[in-house]
Each structure stands twice: as C-alpha cells, then as structure tokens.
C-alpha cells in the first residue's frame, strides 16, 4: 500500500488547495472524546461553519476504517460524535489504526500529522495537551508538545487548561523551540479565562504579522509548528474560583479512581462539565469557533 491508498481529500478541500484558497484543519478528538453527545455534533458543523464565513475551507481530519480523510462527510462527523467506541489517536496510534482499517478521532498531535500529509498549514482547535501536573512522577507529557516541535503546522488554541501544569508546559515548548505567540494579549491563556499568570513569548496583534513569523518560521528551515494563543472572549470566560474549585475537584476524582494514560484528558474534560453544570462546555464551544475565525484570518495571510 502507498500514502494515496489511504489518504483521502475531500473534493472541497482538493479544489481549494489547487486554487490557493485558505484551508484551516480541524481535529475530531474535540467531537468523540472532548464533548458530550449532541453537543459535540453542533459544535462540529458550527466550526465548519465559522470557517466558511470567514472564507476559508474547513478539513476537519479523522480516520474513518483505516482512511485518513482530511475533510468529512456529515455522516463521517454524525459517526463520530454519537458513537461510544472511537478510537483516540495520537502520533503513535497512527500507523495501527491505517493497518488495522480502524476508525479514530485525531488529537492535536495526529491532526497535525495528517493535514501536514495534506500540504496545509494552519489548524484551529480549543486546547492543546501539555505536560500534566505531577508529571515528575508520572511523566504524563501529552505528545502534542513533541509534535508542535518537528511538524510544520501552525495551532491556533486558547492556551492550556489548568488541568495541566501550565508553567512546566510552557517550559517545555521553549526546550522544544516552539515559538508561543498570544494574539491581542501579553498573557498565555488559561483556556476557560484569560489569564493564566504566565507570559507568552511574544504578544502580536495583527494577523498578517502572525502569517509572517509563520512564513519566516519555515523558509528558515526550522521545522516545527507555532502556537497561537487565543485567548476566550471576555464574555465567555468563566469566573476563575469556580472553574479551578471544578479542576481541582475533577484532578482528586481522577486520582481517586487511578486513571491514567490517554484516558486522562477525556476524563476530566467531562467531569469539568458535569461540575459546572454544563458551564464549561459553554465556555469551551465559544472559545473553538473564536480559534476557527482567527485560524481563518491568519490562513487569508499564509
Ligand atoms: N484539551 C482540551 N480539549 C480536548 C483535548 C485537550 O481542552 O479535546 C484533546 C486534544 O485532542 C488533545 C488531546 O490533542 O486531548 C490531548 O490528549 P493527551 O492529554 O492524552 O495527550
Ligand atoms: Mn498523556
């Protein structure tokens, strides 16, 4: 079997990329493992949504029997956020869920992946993995760091949540070179607020200046993507005592119950949800499709 036997584009996609139109990639972990059914769906078709309003083509990226297809079909995305048994992959997971004709949901680690197979160059998403908090003991580093450090794929997110330990996550992208740039803030955002009490490498508020250090980035040769940290708009950002009081209590739960492993984010991704009351989901809805639109601005650019 060679790459084209299993790499599939969708036609609209294709049809971009051959007349130069922006592409913006989306991941589908987001949809099977980081938001509860229906919800999952709607905000699925509103990312696709946002990004053809702001002219550009959305590539949402999953592995469908063994197929990488950049670009879904409804069905594809309806398959995806109803069904309990997706696979979740990662970097590693790729090439049994290709050999195996298995179907997963990409993270941001195998997105990057994927739509850098595709030739594209820029993907929104809501919040990357990072290095866990008590990652000296556990040494729970989520591969989307390694990733961001060899694949030329610019991320657009709204930081890292708490769950992580934002501080040793923010270190560790230095160690690995990844330029972090925060878009209209100074701050790097804490995912569900705008603050989080760390800096971010360098503050840019002009999209086509963001294209810029993009397009700088990979004619020098530096391999690699570029975080872009977008922070929630302020009016769905939510109260910073509650939603820690949520983390902290989700993180004991977790550790009560040993989970560990790839099992880990999913997990308290829901029982942030269900501690808040749904509020989170809210937060998490409306900071993704702020990533979609500025994705789209920058992909204008690139
Ligand atoms: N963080 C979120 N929402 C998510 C994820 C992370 O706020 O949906 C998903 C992304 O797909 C990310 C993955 O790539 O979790 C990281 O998983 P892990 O921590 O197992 O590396
Ligand atoms: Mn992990």
Known sequence: ??????????????????????VVALESTIISHGMPYPRNLDTAFLLEDTVRK?????????????IIKVGL????????????????ASRRDLPVVVSKKLSAATTVSA???????????IFATGGIGGVHRGASKTYDVSTDLTELSKTNIAVVSAGVKSILDIGLTLEYLETLGVPVIGYRTD????????????RVNYRIDSTAEIADVINTKWEMGLNGGILIANPVPEESSMD????QTA???????????????KEITPFLLSAINDLTEGKSLESNIKLVTNNAKLASEIAQKL
Request: overall charge neutral.
């Open 1 to 22: 079997m060679a790459l084209k036997d299993y790499l599939k584009i969708s036609e609209e996609v294709c049809t971009a990329l051959n007349e130069g139109k922006p």
């Open 187 to 198: 701050e790097f955002p804490a995912f569900f607020t705008r603050e989080s009490g760390f």
């Open 240 to 243: 910073s005592k509650e939603i």
């Open 247 to 261: 983390i902290n209590s989700a993180l004991k739960n977790a550790d009560e119950k040993g989970i560990k492993g």
């Open 54 to 66: 702001n002219n550009a083509v959305p590539a949402t990226i999953a592995l469908i029997n063994g």
């Open 73 to 88: 079909d409804k069905s594809d995305i309806e398959y995806l956020a109803s069904s309990k048994n997706v696979l979740k």
């Open 111 to 121: 997105t990057m992946i994927c739509a850098s197979l595709a030739s594209l160059k």
